[in-house]
Structures are given as C-alpha cells and as structure tokens.
C-alpha cells in the first residue's frame, strides 16, 4: 500500500501539491469513487486511479529506445550541449531518466533510456557480456589484419579490448560487435590501425535492433518482449 498523492505524482506531472488540490476539488477517484484525501493509501497494482476522468496507469519504470542523431550528448544535462533527454516526449519528463551507457556526440543509432538502474548495469556491465553492434564507416580498406586483430583483442596504450567481431561489407564499410563499452573504444580499436572513424551508427543491443521505422531524434516505448531480446546473451 502507498499513498494516494505519491503513486500520482510518479506517473504524472502533478506534484503533491497539486494533487492535493485535485483531490479537495474532487477530480481524484479510486475505483470511481471520489477521494478527498491525498493521503490516502491504496493498492497501486490492483486499484484504478483517475483523475479528471483520464485513467493512471501505474508503471514501475520506464524504457524507451530512441535513435539518437547527430549532436547530443549522452546525458542528463550539460551546460554547451543538447542532450538525448531533450528528445524525450513530455509525458515522460515527470520521471528520473537517463541513457545507458554513452554515444559520442557524432554518434548515432540506438540508445536506451530508463529509469531502472539495475536493468541498465546489466546491459552495460562488461561481465554481463550484451553485445552492441555498430556500423562503421572507416577512411581507409577494411582489411584481414583488422578483422583478425579484432578477434584476438586490440591493444589500446592502457588496456586490451575484448574479443571483438569485425565483418566488412564493403571496402571502407564494416558491422563491429563488441561486448563491452570502454571510452570511444570503437574509434581507438579502429586508430591502432592507422584507421579514423567516418561514420559510426549503432544497429542493436542484445538481439533487439533499432527499427527501420523510428527516424533520428525519435524514442518508442519498449515492450517485455523488447526487454528480454535486450538482455539476451550469445551462448
């Protein structure tokens, strides 16, 4: 059981205040009756919620998929730059989001915002092993020394990278799966091959791949089925 005002506050943009207010003007109703008290407590998962006649789902998180574009960093907030929660729609401006992981800026393709930490540690954690695959656009041939330089692991100045996948698809063109998500790692596995990065996009995480339908700068809401395609590790 939880409070009337708390559940409603979490799921909308009112605040206590104002649902307090609603209820004393009898615009809040539990199962169509009228509640005056905002803090009354009930059963968010079985009681319906409405106020001014418009029905409160109630939802413990939230996860949306959005095709980030050009320009936006990977954060909550930044004083020089638009960031990714920029783009999310209003309805959900009410809740604690944020991306999981990171795109660079000139980065784009698919991001996860949430607001369930333990969901987003495993799909980042390297341990969990979800893989991320990206198409790359490189300014030189995509060759067998880089395809099989990626397999054993590139050495970066301060670390080895897991065991990657590199596929070309066509002279300076290639798919790059990795499992883990160290600082710009893609671009740095790529400079130790005297290779710079055009052109970088990711494609999916797990086994969920960003839709063909969703243009650039626009977020769906995902489903369980989504989620778990998600969280799905190669045997």
Do not use: W
């Amino acid at each position: 059981m939880e409070r009337l005002d708390k559940i409603v506050a979490s799921q909308t943009e009112f605040s206590r205040k104002e649902i307090k207010k609603l209820c004393l003007q009898g615009r809040v109703k539990v199962n169509n009756e009228i509640v005056k008290n905002s803090d009354t407590k009930i059963d968010e998962l079985n009681d319906n919620i409405m106020v001014d006649e418009k029905l409160i789902t109630v939802r413990k998180n939230v996860y949306l998929a959005l095709n980030k574009p050009k320009g936006y960093i990977s954060a909550t907030e930044d004083a020089f730059d638009p960031v990714v929660l920029d783009l999310v729609p209003q309805e959900y401006k009410h809740r604690n989001l944020f991306p999981i992981g990171r795109l660079d800026k000139d980065t784009t393709g698919l991001i996860i915002i949430t607001d369930d930490g333990e969901f987003a540690h495993n799909i980042i954690a390297p341990n969990k092993h979800v893989k991320k695959t990206y198409f790359v656009e490189i300014d030189i041939e995509v060759t067998e020394k880089m395809i099989s330089g990626f397999q054993k692991g590139v050495k970066l100045k301060d670390e080895i990278c897991k065991p990657a996948i590199l596929e070309k698809i066509s002279e300076k063109e290639a798919l790059v799966t990795i499992t883990e998500g160290k600082y710009h790692q893609i671009k740095r596995m790529f400079g130790c091959f005297g290779a710079k990065v055009v052109e970088l996009k990711r494609l999916s995480i797990g086994n969920y791949k960003l839709p063909d339908d969703l243009k650039e700068g626009c977020v769906i809401e995902l489903t369980e089925t989504n989620l778990l395609k998600i969280k799905e590790v190669e045997k």
